[in-house]
Antibody
Framework: EVQLEQSGAEVKKSGESLKISCKASGYSFSSYWIGWVRQMPGKGLEWMAIIYPDDSDARYSPSFQGHVTISADKSINTVYLQWSTLKVSDTAIYYC?????????WGQGTLVTVSS | EIVLTQSPGTLSLSPGERATLSCRASQSVSSNFLAWYQQKPGQAPRLLIYSAYSRATGVPDKFSGSGSGTDFTLTISRLEPEDFAVYFCQHYVNSPRQYTFGQGTKLQIK
């Protein structure tokens, strides 16, 4: 069974840095693209970034390019999403997703709350 | 950039009725790369339909997808209480690799 286990909720202040994680199991980690989707409070879904763990080929939505960094450690089947400078507007739930052309598996979500 | 527009924004129906949700693309897209998701309150989204009409594993046959070109439809026959949720369509483009979601349709009990 494919499982994507995300790190726990975070409470941060504007300007701080953050790295959240997603550990995959139940499939060949290096063989699928894996990425992140944002959901702001009461809003829809936005694709942010995706990476192919085997060679760390990373792609970004133009809306998020330069603001977040995606990375992967295939030795521990884990993908990361990091911010160097958080904004209040980064407050959202972040979902880890496994991708074919669609997102067939989702993590449970990581709530990130950023205050001023 | 392809924009997906879902309609209606909110759909109010009664259990037992049939729901028809629309997803319109700003330009013609490949049906191979069109998917639908269901999201219930407090839960992660769940893949329902991929390649426009193929049901994901474990999805009951009351959910069906159709369409091509710019117009795609998710149909839910015989609504049950657990079907009332938010539904999103999504499209994928390979070069450059990009994923786009519609804004969602909320299906609520009338």
């Amino acid at each position: 069974e494919v499982q994507l286990e995300q790190s726990g909720a975070e409470v941060k202040k504007s300007g701080e840095s953050l790295k959240i994680s997603c550990k995959a199991s139940g499939y060949s980690f290096s063989s699928y693209w894996i990425g992140w989707v944002r959901q702001m409070p009461g809003k829809g879904l936005e694709w942010m970034a995706i990476i192919y763990p085997d060679d760390s080929d990373a792609r970004y939505s133009p809306s998020f390019q330069g603001h977040v960094t995606i990375s992967a450690d295939k030795s521990i089947n884990t993908v990361y999403l990091q911010w160097s400078t958080l904004k209040v507007s980064d407050t959202a739930i972040y979902y880890c997703v496994r991708s074919k052309s669609w997102f067939d598996s989702w993590g449970q979500g990581t709530l990130v709350t950023v205050s001023s | 950039e392809i924009v997906l527009t879902q309609s209606p924004g909110t759909l109010s129906l009664s259990p037992g009725e049939r729901a028809t949700l629309s997803c319109r693309a700003s330009q013609s897209v490949s049906s191979n790369f069109l998917a639908w998701y269901q999201q219930k309150p407090g839960q992660a989204p769940r893949l329902l339909i991929y390649s426009a009409y193929s049901r994901a594993t474990g999805v009951p046959d009351k959910f069906s997808g159709s369409g091509s070109g710019t117009d795609f439809t998710l149909t839910i026959s015989r609504l049950e209480p657990e079907d009332f949720a938010v539904y999103f369509c999504q499209h994928y483009v390979n070069s450059p690799r990009q994923y786009t979601f519609g804004q969602g349709t909320k299906l609520q009990i009338k």
